[in-house]
Every structure is written in C-alpha cells, then in structure tokens.
Nanobody
Framework: QVQLVETGGGLVQAGGSLRLSCAAS????????MGWFRQAPGKEREFVAA????????VYADSVKGRFTISRDGAKNTVYLQMNSLKSEDTAVYYC???????????????WGQGTQVTVSS
C-alpha cells in the first residue's frame, strides 16, 4: 500500500528556513505528481507546490514562489520542500500528496500523508 510520511516540521522564527521531507513507499512514483499542500486553522487546504516526478517539472503557488523549492531524490524515493524566508502566514499543517495527473487541485491527489506542523513566530 502507498504510504507517505512527512517529517521536518517545527517552530521557526520569521525569516528562517525549514526543509520538509516526504518519504514515499508502496509503488513506483515515476509517473506520479507529488504535491505539497497546507492547511491553517479555520482555513481551506491550499496548494503550495507540485513536481512531476519523471520530468522534474514544478509549479508553485504565488504566495510561496521564490521562497519555497520542491525537489526529489529518486534513490531515496523522497520529495522535499525547502522553505526559506518564512512568514507568520506560512504557519499551517503541511501535507504531502501523490496523484497520477498533473494538477494543483487537492481532489486530484489520491494519496496523502498525515501532515507535519510548521509554526512561524513573528
């Protein structure tokens, strides 16, 4: 069965950096899109970044463009989200997701991790 496990969340001051990891297992992800989403308290889950595993194509939400970078390590079957210049509004639970189509819509992702909390203090 597919399993996505996120790690790397925590508490960081505004302007700081964190790197989230998503360890994927249970199938070959070479034809998948890997995405990062986040959900702040009282808000809808929103798209952050996505990567097409085979081609390495990436796309970002405007709110994180230039600050966040999504990448993958094929040997480790792991996707990363490097987050720099963090702001208080980046505070949320961050989720890793996998889906077969190229999409920024959460409904197009079939597999989800349990989430990791990121808190940015101002």
């Amino acid at each position: 069965q597919v399993q996505l496990v996120e790690t790397g969340g925590g508490l960081v001051q505004a302007g700081g950096s964190l790197r989230l990891s998503c360890a994927a297992s249970g199938r070959t992800f070479s034809s998948y899109t890997m995405g990062w989403f986040r959900q702040a308290p009282g808000k809808e889950r929103e798209f952050v970044a996505a990567l097409r595993w085979s081609a390495g194509t990436t796309v970002y939400a405007d709110s994180v463009k230039g600050r966040f970078t999504i990448s993958r390590d094929g040997a480790k079957n792991t996707v990363y989200l490097q987050m720099n210049s963090l702001k208080s509004e980046d505070t949320a639970v961050y989720y890793c997701a996998a889906g077969v189509v190229w999409s920024i819509r959460s409904g197009d992702y079939a597999y989800w991790g349990q989430g990791t909390q990121v808190t940015v203090s101002s």
